[in-house]
T-cell receptor
Framework: AQSVTQLGSHVSVSEGALVLLRCNYS??????LFWYVQYPNQGLQLLLK??????LVKGINGFEAEFKKSETSFHLTKPSAHMSDAAEYFC?????????????FGAGTILRVKS | GAVVSQHPSRVICKSGTSVKIECRSL??????MFWYRQFPKKSLMLMAT?????????EQGVEKDKFLINHASLTLSTLTVTSAHPEDSSFYIC????????????FGPGTRLTVL
């Protein structure tokens, strides 16, 4: 079984400040981990993913995340927030294809960027 | 690359009618597609997994006779909401798993269904 916990349903940062969105997961199989962003009334856009290899992964729009197996975490960061980063962010976990490959989502974190 | 489209983006229908939503992978083949439902201020709920050429697999609690899924080609899956009722009003999002990149789902822009 797999689950995802996103700490903080709402996060507010000032423009130019560090963005940190927290994600912890549980998985009985080696996890694949994803961050998606959703703007109002739109679908989800893939920001980045971890499957195997390097544990620090870089994504689009300056975001990156680090897979820490010992902490079962996959926190999303961006050094300097931009107004256009305001959106809802979802962390998700899946198993490999042989385990069904279904995505399990966290509850989401709404990021607000203050000018 | 990895673009998924959905049509229509928005639909309003009367109670008792059926509505079809299309999900297309535009630049890749997708043997497997997924249908999700998203309630306001909530996360995504997986409804079913759609496999090309075979029957869809529905999640527990999802009525397969109400939400008909057809995946007739490697780039197209359709969801038909039959005999729609106001409680079916929601945001429906599809995703497609790239056959050449088997671990990642790419999402469509969503369809807002309103049943009057």
């Amino acid at each position: 079984a797999q689950s995802v916990t996103q700490l903080g349903s709402h996060v507010s940062v000032s423009e130019g400040a560090l963005v940190l969105l927290r994600c912890n997961y549980s998985s009985s199989v080696p996890p694949y981990l994803f961050w998606y962003v959703q703007y109002p009334n739109q679908g989800l856009q893939l920001l980045l993913k971890y499957t195997t290899g390097a544990t620090l992964v870089k994504g689009i729009n300056g975001f990156e995340a680090e897979f820490k197996k010992s902490e079962t975490s996959f926190h999303l960061t961006k050094p300097s927030a931009h107004m256009s980063d305001a959106a809802e962010y979802f962390c998700a976990v899946s198993g490999r294809r042989e385990y069904g490959n279904k995505l399990v989502f966290g509850a989401g974190t709404i990021l607000r960027v203050k000018s | 690359g990895a673009v998924v489209s959905q049509h229509p983006s928005r639909v309003i229908c009367k109670s008792g009618t059926s509505v079809k939503i299309e999900c297309r992978s535009l630049d890749f083949q997708a043997t497997t597609m997924f249908w999700y439902r998203q309630f306001p201020k909530k996360s995504l709920m997986l409804m079913a997994t759609s496999n090309e050429g075979s029957k869809a697999t529905y999640e527990q609690g999802v009525e397969k006779d109400k939400f008909l899924i057809n995946h007739a080609s490697l780039t197209l899956s359709t969801l038909t909401v039959t005999s729609a009722h106001p409680e079916d009003s929601s945001f429906y999002i599809c995703s497609a798993r790239d056959d050449g990149e088997r671990d990642t789902q790419y999402f469509g822009p969503g369809t807002r269904l309103t049943v009057l």
